[in-house]
C-alpha cells in the first residue's frame, strides 16, 4: 500500500463561529437549553445574533476544528466542506488554509449563504450553540475526490454533518472509498440530540464494521447504547469496536482496544473560560499521536492536554503552542 500524503482527511461542516458570552438570564428570555446545540432557520438566526452582545468571528465547524488541532501538533490533514461565495466563506477558506490544512472545495454558488454558529457563553464557561448550517448542506457526492481520501492514512467524519441528505450521502461514498483504499474511518458522534435522528443508522455502521475509531462524550456514549451508566455504555461498545474512546468531561477520559483500558484524567485548567470545541480539540489529540502508532495512554494524555488548552480561551481552535504543552504532560 501506497504511505498516504495526508494523517488525517476531515469532512464536516464549514461554519464560521460568532462567540460571545451572555448571562444565564439571556437563555432563558431566548429559551435556549443551556448548554445544547440547536439547529436554526434563518429567521431565528437573525433574531439571536440581533440580541447577542458584542462577540468575536472565527471559523469553526467540529472537524474543522479537530484538523486545526491536528497542523498545530504537526499532522498533515485536508478538510472537505462546503462554504458559499460570500465574506464568511472567504474568512472559512483563508483560515483553514493559514492553518496549514489542504482545502481546495470549491465555494457553492447561489443564495445560500456560508453556515455559521451562534455561540452564546454563561460565566461558567458553558456554550450554548445554534447553527444555521446554510451553504454546508449543500456539500454533495461529487466533491468528495476519491483519490483524495485514498491518500490519507484516516478519514475522520463529523456526526453533524450525517443530518442533511446530500452530505449524509457524500458521506457514505466516502467511507466507501476510504474501505476501498484500505484506510482507517474514524467518527466522532457530535451531539446527543442527532441519535434521536440518526441513532439506527450510528448503530448499524458500528455493528457492521463501518468504524475504526469512535469519538463520543459520555452522554452520548449512553444515549447510543441505551444505557443509564458511561461504564455500561463502554461495556456494550467496546467489543463491537476496534478503538474507542470516550471523553467524561471534568472526570477525564478512557479509550479501549481490544483486551486494553487506558483512562486519564481531566488536564486542570486554571480557569474554564468557554468549552466550545473541547471534544473536537480532544480527538486531535488523540490522533496526533494515534497515527504515529503511539500507546493508548498517550493519545488519551495529549487529547487532554489539547482539550484543556482550548477551554482556558474564547474560540475552538488552539492559542497556545500545543506541541510545547503536550511535551510537558506527556513529561
Same mark, same amino acid.
Do not use: W
Given at each position: %500500500?501506497?504511505?498516504?500524503?495526508?494523517?488525517?482527511?476531515?469532512?464536516?461542516? =464549514?461554519?464560521?463561529?460568532?462567540? =460571545?458570552? @451572555?448571562? +444565564? /438570564?439571556?437563555?432563558?428570555?431566548?429559551? #435556549? +437549553?443551556?448548554?445544547?446545540?440547536?439547529?436554526?432557520?434563518?429567521?431565528?438566526?437573525?433574531? #439571536? !445574533?440581533?440580541? %447577542? /452582545?458584542?462577540?468575536r468571528e472565527v471559523s469553526g465547524g467540529s472537524a474543522a476544528n479537530t484538523c486545526a488541532g491536528l497542523a498545530a501538533l504537526g499532522a498533515k490533514c485536508a478538510f472537505i466542506g462546503q462554504v458559499a461565495d460570500d465574506q464568511l466563506g472567504q474568512v472559512f477558506a483563508h483560515d483553514i488554509r493559514a492553518a496549514g490544512i489542504h482545502f481546495d472545495t470549491a465555494a457553492h454558488t447561489g443564495d445560500v449563504p456560508t453556515a455559521r454558529c451562534l455561540v452564546h457563553v454563561t460565566p461558567d464557561g458553558q456554550r450554548t450553540m445554534n447553527t444555521f448550517l446554510g451553504a454546508s448542506q449543500e456539500l454533495t457526492a461529487r466533491v468528495v475526490d476519491g483519490a483524495r481520501i485514498a491518500d490519507a492514512a484516516v478519514l475522520y467524519l463529523e456526526g453533524y454533518l450525517w443530518d442533511p441528505d446530500t452530505p449524509r450521502a457524500a458521506m457514505r461514498d466516502a467511507m466507501q472509498a476510504a474501505r476501498d483504499a484500505g484506510r482507517k474511518i474514524a467518527f466522532t458522534l457530535s451531539d446527543a440530540f442527532l441519535l434521536d435522528r440518526h441513532g439506527d443508522d450510528f448503530r448499524a455502521l458500528i455493528d457492521g464494521g463501518e468504524i475504526d475509531i469512535l469519538f463520543a462524550n459520555e452522554g452520548e456514549a449512553m444515549a447510543l447504547t441505551g444505557t443509564e451508566s458511561c461504564e455500561a455504555a463502554i461495556a456494550a461498545l467496546a467489543p463491537k469496536l476496534p478503538v474507542?474512546?470516550?471523553?467524561? /468531561?471534568?472526570?477525564?477520559?478512557?479509550?479501549?482496544?481490544?483486551?486494553?483500558?487506558?483512562?486519564?484524567?481531566?488536564?486542570?485548567?486554571? &480557569?474554564?473560560? +468557554?468549552?466550545?470545541?473541547? $471534544?473536537? *480539540?480532544? =480527538?486531535?489529540?488523540?490522533?496526533? !499521536?494515534?497515527? &504515529?502508532?503511539?500507546?493508548?495512554?498517550? @493519545?488519551?494524555? %495529549? $487529547?487532554?492536554?489539547?482539550?484543556?488548552?482550548?477551554? *482556558?480561551? !474564547?474560540?475552538?481552535?488552539?492559542?497556545?503552542? #500545543? &506541541?510545547? #504543552?503536550?511535551a510537558q504532560g506527556l513529561g
Open positions: %500500500m501506497t504511505a498516504p500524503q495526508f494523517d488525517v482527511l476531515a469532512i464536516g461542516n =464549514a461554519i464560521v463561529d460568532v462567540i =460571545a458570552p @451572555c448571562e +444565564d /438570564g439571556f437563555l432563558a428570555e431566548h429559551g #435556549l +437549553d443551556k448548554g445544547a446545540m440547536a439547529l436554526v432557520d434563518t429567521a431565528r438566526a437573525e433574531t #439571536l !445574533y440581533g440580541a %447577542m /452582545g458584542p462577540g474507542l474512546v470516550v471523553t467524561r /468531561g471534568e472526570n477525564g477520559a478512557v479509550a479501549v482496544t481490544g483486551d486494553e483500558r487506558a483512562e486519564v484524567e481531566a488536564e486542570p485548567v486554571q &480557569k474554564i473560560v +468557554d468549552t466550545t470545541g473541547a $471534544g473536537d *480539540s480532544f =480527538a486531535a489529540g488523540f490522533l496526533a !499521536y494515534h497515527v &504515529k502508532g503511539r500507546p493508548l495512554a498517550e @493519545c488519551l494524555t %495529549m $487529547g487532554a492536554v489539547a482539550a484543556a488548552e482550548i477551554i *482556558s480561551h !474564547y474560540g475552538a481552535r488552539p492559542e497556545a503552542d #500545543l &506541541k510545547s #504543552l503536550v
